[in-house]
């Protein structure tokens, strides 16, 4: 049972490029997000997603993008890379019914030079 | 959401139980108290949650006071492998799938051995 599978771990980019994050689960929820980790802080959501084809900004969407076509994928775009973009991205997901927990995957560390 | 404040570092003596407060003194009626760690840089692991009674499970045990403004994790036999930030968070019911967690800085615990 592999969980919430981020790709790729650690990544440089230059300013400008595009690129694309790629998260994976296999535990079946239909909600998953994306946060983002800026050093010695707490987490903050980017989007998130209650199902396939649906999908909703969090707290600091500006710079990103998501789809969700399937239930199990849910890749978040960054399209003109800026420095301050740099931190470490996480993907989780959680059942929908009630109180469930959410689950992470090991995020990807992104550095924009 | 309701705010939490949790003191920034503790330190406890490896073998002893380790016990976490958290504030959340504007909590609602239908706020959980969710309690997360973060092992160096990994995905945050979900510990513990609940509503009104006091909880407990293989990692941990929650005790959330009368009034639930408050509330402390327990980890009954603390490890070197506890070492991690822990983040107490307050979360509505599902809204129509708006599960988002807000992480704030939590509590740096560092296990003594």
């Known amino acids: 049972n592999a969980g919430v599978t981020q790709t790729p771990k650690f990544r440089i980019l230059k300013i400008g490029q595009s690129m694309t994050l790629q998260c994976a689960q296999d535990?079946?929820?239909?909600?998953m997000y994306w946060y983002r980790q800026d050093p010695g802080m707490g987490l903050k959501l980017i989007y998130y997603?209650?199902?396939?084809?649906?999908?909703d900004k969090g707290e600091v969407p500006n710079g990103y993008n998501v789809s969700r076509s399937t239930t199990e994928y849910f890749p978040l775009r960054l399209e003109l890379a800026a420095p301050s973009q740099t931190s470490v991205y996480f993907c989780?997901?959680?059942?929908?019914?009630?109180?469930?927990?959410?689950?992470f995957g090991d995020g990807t560390r992104l550095s924009i030079l | 959401d309701a705010k939490t404040t949790q003191p920034p570092s503790m330190d406890c003596a490896e073998g002893r139980a380790a016990n976490l407060p958290c504030n959340h003194s504007?909590?609602?009626?239908?706020?959980?108290v969710y309690w997360y760690r973060q092992i160096h840089s990994q995905g945050p692991q979900y510990i513990i949650h609940g509503l009104k009674n006091n909880e407990t499970n293989e990692m941990a045990s929650l005790i959330i006071t009368e009034d639930r403004k408050s509330s402390t994790l327990i980890l009954p036999h603390a490890t070197l492998r506890d070492t991690a930030v822990y983040y107490c968070?307050?979360?509505?019911?599902?809204?129509?799938?708006?599960?988002?967690?807000?992480f704030g800085t939590g509590t740096r615990l560092t296990i003594i051995p």
């Open positions: 535990m079946n929820h239909n909600y």
């Open positions: 968070i307050v979360r509505v019911l599902p809204n129509f799938g708006n599960e988002k967690l807000t």
């Open positions: 504007t909590i609602s009626g239908n706020e959980y």
């Open positions: 989780a997901s959680s059942l929908s019914e009630g109180n469930q927990p959410q689950h």
């Open positions: 997603s209650v199902g396939a084809g649906i999908t």
